[in-house]
């Protein structure tokens, strides 16, 4: 496990429904990626005004199609590093330890890159389970998720951290099990409401049954960079977000050529040793990805 991660983390993560793990990864490890961003979104944004994000004092946020600008879906356009942090080792060892399961599938993996004024970020409290199952988030922990936030550049509340309710906390306002809350709980949510702010290299891990919500930029000139990379167990196919399979176009290339079998498992890709795994489906997958070393598949 990643030396970062200490028992009161999970601890805070069971407890709490959400835990900040500071400096989860290294500069080293990040440093890449930020140069990613930075050729992919620059550090200006394209914003067409510095205004917007002025709100009568009081009022409560929503979500708007402008906040959703700036976000790509891995594989990346961009370095391996990059393509391969939502796969890190030590990224899914914790996902599996916070959820309780050996075997976990990434379902989620987008960028996001949000400038001051570019839009008004602010949200209201609301819990992700709504584009994530067509359910509700189950009563079983490791049936539900677990959502991470990875901090590409420093994430201070001036520059939007993201902004959450504790579980004990939310229950006391809403009643035990509460999903959802009126326009009249959002006031007693935000007295509440703690911050996610952390430096670059943490990571941020949430449930779909937490209540968190995203923030204003203020800063000016600020910007933030984030990745947002969900998890669950393997086979719970009541939890979805993006289709993997959808676009064969995209560079995948770059993940079958650094990956191991673990991180590809976490794709829906068999382990070696699978039955799926004949000569035929051995032949016909390496013609279909050159670069793949499959020599693990064929022992
Ligand atoms: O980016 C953030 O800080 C939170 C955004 C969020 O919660 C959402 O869009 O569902
Ligand atoms: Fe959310």
């Known amino acids: 496990m990643n030396t970062a991660v200490t028992d009161e983390h999970i601890e805070c993560w069971h407890k709490d429904g959400a835990v900040v793990i500071e400096r989860f990864f290294s500069e080293e490890a990040i440093a890449p990626i930020y140069a990613d961003y930075q050729s992919l979104y620059g550090v200006t944004g394209l914003g067409d005004g510095k205004e ?19 976000v ?13 942090i ?14 309780g399961v050996d075997r ?41 998720t677990v959502n991470f936030v990875i901090y590409v550049s420093d994430v201070t509340d001036d520059v939007g951290a993201l902004h959450y309710v504790a579980k004990q906390d939310a229950a006391e306002v809403l009643g035990t099990g509460a999903i959802t809350a009126t326009l009249e709980q959002q006031s007693a949510l935000r007295t509440r409401q703690r911050s996610a702010a952390g430096p670059a290299g943490s990571v941020l891990a949430y449930g779909i049954d937490t209540f968190h919500r995203g923030t204003n930029l203020t800063k000016p000139d600020g910007y ?15 939890i979805g977000f993006h289709v993997w399979q ?47 070393n499959m020599s693990a598949y064929h022992q």
Not at 52 to 70: E, T, W
Not at 224 to 238: C, D, E, I, L
Not at 277 to 290: F, G, K, M, V, Y
């Open 52 to 70: 917007k994000n002025v709100k009568p004092p009081g009022s409560v946020g929503a979500s708007h199609r402008k906040q959703f600008l700036n």
């Open 72 to 84: 790509d879906i891995l594989p990346y356009q961009a370095s391996v590093e990059m393509n391969l």
């Open 86 to 99: 939502s796969l890190h080792p030590q990224l899914i060892a914790l996902a599996k330890e916070l959820l």
């Open 104 to 144: 976990v599938e990434l379902y989620q993996s987008h960028t996001w890159a949000k400038y001051t004024g570019e839009a008004d970020y602010d949200q209201a409290f609301h819990c992700d389970f709504g584009n994530h199952t067509l359910t509700v988030p189950a009563d079983e922990s490791s049936a539900r």
């Open 224 to 238: 933030r960079y984030t990745m947002t990379v969900s998890f669950k167990a393997a086979g719970n196919s009541q």
């Open 246 to 292: 959808f676009s064969p176009e995209r560079p995948w290339h770059l993940i079958f050529a650094k990956a191991t079998p673990e991180q590809l498992n976490c794709l829906g890709i068999p382990l070696p040793g699978d039955p799926f795994w004949t000569p035929r489906t051995l032949a016909l997958t390496q013609a279909r990805w050159p670069d793949w």
